[in-house]
Each structure stands twice: as structure tokens, then as C-alpha cells.
């Protein structure tokens, strides 16, 4: 068995450096993408709560439309 000598050895060490920061690289683009869809999800879940309290107020608005209404025609009705 041959021993490493340090020239292999800080040639070793270069290549895994290399890995590394390759992966660093890699990395730090699928972050950067998981922020963009983190972003994104938020804007969608914003609109959906705001569509949710949209349909409220209008069956609020209908609800007392259709009361007032109601009202008005058991009035006249008398």
C-alpha cells in the first residue's frame, strides 16, 4: 500500500473543495427558488383570503337586501 504524498494530498483536498463549493453553488440556487415560490404561495394564499372575505361581505349585503326587502313588501301587503 503507497502512502499519499502531499502533493496528492492537497490535490485531494483541491477537488473536494471544488465538490464543495460546487454544491455551495447548487445550493444556494435552490434557495433562492424556494424564496420565489415561498413569495409566490404567500401572494396566492393573500388573494384567496381576500376573495374568501369578498364572498362574505356580499352574502352580508344580499342578506340585508333581501331582509330589507322582505320587510318592505310584508309592509305593504298589510
Sequence with gaps: MTELNRT?????LGR????LDGMDDRL???????ERIDDRLANLEAR???????WWVLI???????????DILT????
Excluded: P, Y
Aim: aromatic fraction near 2%; charged fraction near 30%; hydrophobic fraction near 40%.
Design 28 to 34: 444556494s440556487k435552490i434557495e433562492t427558488i424556494v
Design 75 to 78: 309592509h305593504l301587503w298589510k
Design 16 to 19: 473536494m473543495e471544488g465538490r
Design 48 to 54: 384567496d383570503n381576500e376573495r374568501k372575505g369578498a
Design 8 to 12: 496528492e494530498l492537497h490535490r485531494d
Design 60 to 70: 352580508a349585503i344580499a342578506t340585508a337586501v333581501g331582509s330589507a326587502a322582505g
